[in-house]
């Protein structure tokens, strides 16, 4: 049973950001002390023992990297960790579907800098970049293009050389295949799995840019927002932007399962699965937002916890890599939970951005440098915003 009390208090200099991640199977047990003496805070017990793990920082050491006045959205992220590169899907407007003339762009910023170091233009017409994907080896990137139903433009892919931002070629999806929204790479990185606005996945090489692979729902409701992969990569589970999960098998792409969880348009946006895949964790874009576990051995309907007013919409999950730590950022301002196997550390301070209307639409996690790097819409116009995690990190 999950449960959710204070036992602390912070001073008003700072905003508690409070949320939580289910436990997954421990690479360590660590336990940590901390000098400050804050003031309030929550903890979600999950188990018998429960210990607070924090993460303090200040305004001071915040950074933003304002974006140029064409540069509307920040749609998607991807990051090169090997060259220490963060890729930014932008837009020029912050219309939703591709807009005649417009082109798309990706913008790239060297991270131990953090600075603009370049971008990438796509050809004329495809815009919005909604999704984002890296091959293994860093080289090239396949950006999602949204496309639109109303003009029956459909989605694409475009594959580019992420060195000289030259490009490479581009495939359609496909007839009514509209609304790239996910993206999610296969176990052995060959293969790119796309959800799309009306319920298809298609699964496509990309060496050639070659679709190998399709399954079409042909259902309005079945908007896919999010998507992983077991890591066997035997099967795989798609969140829809109205509250449904759909299991696939992905040795044929068929479908092998499907729960309703929610009826709502504010459905699921982020999901993270464990290393042993056993959970998968979907959060929603709901205010508040919740967070759904599915255990993945019998694929039921696990614990869920819904968060407290004004924690809206999650609009990115990370694990931090080689731990069992997992980073939840919704989209008002960032929540980090931290947790382990017999504790959940979910008390973490952080500066809320300093003026209203500003909102987190996507991120990436700089493991390497320790830092969120965040996408976000602000009155003055779309900004990057650089979170540093502590050392407790």
Known sequence: MLTKFNILNFTSKYQLFCNFKNPIE???????????????SHRIALT?????????????????????????????????????????????????????????????????????????????????????????????????????????????????????????????????EYGVGSAVLSTDKGTSFFGTLYGSVIGMRLSDLTVTSSLGLQKKDNAFRCSAIDPQGVFG?????????????????????????????????????????????FATDESPARLFQINLRDFRQGQTLTLDPGENGIAAAFWKPGTTHALLVTRDTPRLPYRDRDAVHVDCLAPAPPSRGRK????????????????????????????????DF
């Open 26 to 40: 421990p690479r360590y047990g660590s336990r940590y002390t901390y000098p400050m003496q804050p003031s309030s």
């Open 48 to 176: 018998a023992l429960v210990l607070i793990g924090m993460t303090c920082t200040t305004q001071a050491d915040v950074q933003y990297l304002p974006l140029q006045n064409d540069e509307k959205a920040i749609r998607c992220a991807a990051v090169d960790t090997a060259h220490g590169i963060g890729y930014f899907g932008v837009a020029g407007a912050e219309f939703s579907y591709a807009l005649e003339g417009l082109r798309g762009k990706i913008v790239k910023v060297d991270l131990a800098s953090f600075k603009r170091s370049g971008q990438i233009s796509l050809k004329s017409g495809e815009n919005p970049v909604t999704t984002a994907t890296l091959d293994h080896s860093g080289h090239y990137g396949y950006f999602g293009v949204y496309g639109d139903p109303n003009k029956d433009i459909p989605g694409s892919v475009v594959k580019v050389r992420l060195s000289d931002g030259a490009w490479l070629g581009a495939m359609p999806l496909g007839k009514r």
């Open 237 to 281: 589970y798609f969140g829809t932007a109205t509250g449904g999960i759909l299991k696939i098998s992905m040795n044929d792409l068929m479908p092998v399962g499907d729960m309703t969880l929610l009826r709502t348009d504010n459905g699921f946006q982020s999901v993270l699965m464990d290393s042993t895949g056993r959970f998968a964790y």
């Open 360 to 391: 987190i639409q996507c991120g990436l996690l700089d493991s390497a440098r320790a830092a969120l790097v965040l996408g976000i819409q602000t009155p003055e116009g779309a900004k990057l915003m650089r979170l540093p995690l502590k050392e």
